[in-house]
């Protein structure tokens, strides 16, 4: 992925994950992003319930919409925990203060199992 990506996912709130329903219609929910060691990460937090999510995972791909553009990412899910440490500091530096609540779903040990390493096509 390049720098500017990274950047703009990095300074990103929110993103929108964008997913292809079975219909073909297009779905967009907002969720957060973390960069961590120049690598995009995502979670769900509805963990392995999240709708998004199932789609990503079973087409191996997750568009990312950002700003006024949607980029295409492969997604891999993360089987590491000292990934997933690093994953969760990173959204608890992120998000914590603005969003205590939701920040504390998003590290649970449920959520932490959804982590996505987002990768480019």
């Known amino acids: 992925m390049d720098e500017a990506t990274l950047a ?4 990103a709130i929110e993103v929108d994950a964008v997913t292809q329903r079975a219909d073909g219609s297009a779905s967009r929910l907002p969720i957060w992003v973390v ?8 979670r769900s937090y509805r963990a392995e319930r999240g709708a998004w999510y199932q ?4 087409s191996g ?3 990312i919409g950002l700003a006024d553009r949607t980029l295409e990412f492969a997604v891999e ?4 925990e000292g990934i997933d440490e ?10 914590a203060e603005q969003s205590p609540g939701p ?3 998003m590290v649970s040990p449920e959520v932490a199992r959804t982590t996505l390493r987002l990768r480019d096509r």
């Open 77 to 80: 899910r993360v089987a590491d």
């Open 35 to 42: 960069v961590v060691d120049g690598e995009a990460y995502v």
């Open 8 to 11: 703009a996912l990095h300074e």
């Open 86 to 95: 690093q994953v969760s500091e990173a959204f608890r530096a992120k998000y």
């Open 103 to 105: 920040t504390a779903t």
């Open 55 to 58: 789609r990503a995972l079973a």
């Open 61 to 63: 791909e997750l568009g």
